[in-house]
Structure formats: C-alpha cells, structure tokens
C-alpha cells in the first residue's frame, strides 16, 4: 500500500516519474472502474483524480509511488475492478435480448400488455448501445493498462 507521506516527497525525478505521469494521465478509466478505485483505495482514487485535472507534470510529485499502487491495486482486484462489471453488462445485453424475444413472441397477446410496456421500455436501442459503450470501454481500459505506448 502506498504510503502517503512518500507520495509527495520529491525524492525521484526524470524519466521514469515522468513516463508514470504520462502513462496514468493518457489512461482512460471507466466510471465503473472508477468507482472501484474509490472503494479499493479512496487515496489513490484522490490522486488520480487531481492527476487528471492537473495542467502540467510536476517533478517534485512521485508519480512512480502513484503508479505502483494503480498497478497493484487493479492486479490484486481484477476481478472486481474488470470481471464483475463485465459479467453484468453481459447479463444485462442477454436480459435485453430475451425481453426482445418475449415482446416479439407476445406483442398480440393481450395478457401480457403490461409486462410487454415494461419489457419494451427496458430495452431500448439506446440502452442496448449505452451497455455496448460500457462493455467496450472496460475491454479498452484492460488493454490499454498493459499497453506500453501510453508512455511512448
């Protein structure tokens, strides 16, 4: 775990903080994702945050200790943080697929008119393309953790 009285010590500086910076800061999170950090390790979650509104690189900030503890932290909880999420939003695609099937198979049916209303509502286009946006952005964060041309 990162301790908070190394992070801000200006005790390494050059190309390898510099490289963490320029890595954490082009890496994209997920809200969900996110929102795991906060819970993880809230003080990770502060920093990365500041990192992004941040304007320029600081040298006297160690980057390094940031990266370290992101790395550790999604490395320990991949599950969590990636396979969870994952799992639901395809849950939710095959949810939305049924209740397509059920509106299809049923919409002359009189019997079923209100859980054809509630059925169809949660299946919208635009649902089933915000779930496909979601899904694609966690692959994207996934990938992009492992991909050595954030810091190039």
Known sequence: MLNSNNIEAPRIKGLGNYSCYTYLNRLKTPASVFENI??????????????????NYDPDF???ELYNQFISVINDNIDRVFEKRRAELLKELASIN???????????????????????????PEY???IHRQLEQLNQFVSSVFDSRLTA
């Not at 906060?38 to 304007?55: G, I, R, V």
């Open 128 to 130: 089933e393309r915000e």
């Open 62 to 64: 160690c980057y390094i």
């Open 38 to 55: 906060e819970t993880l390790s809230p003080f990770l979650a502060y920093h990365l945050k500041n990192l992004k509104l941040q304007k």
């Open 98 to 124: 049924g209740r397509k099937n059920f509106v299809r198979k049923n919409k002359d049916n009189p019997e079923y008119l209100l859980f054809l209303k509630d059925a169809d509502e949660h299946s919208t």
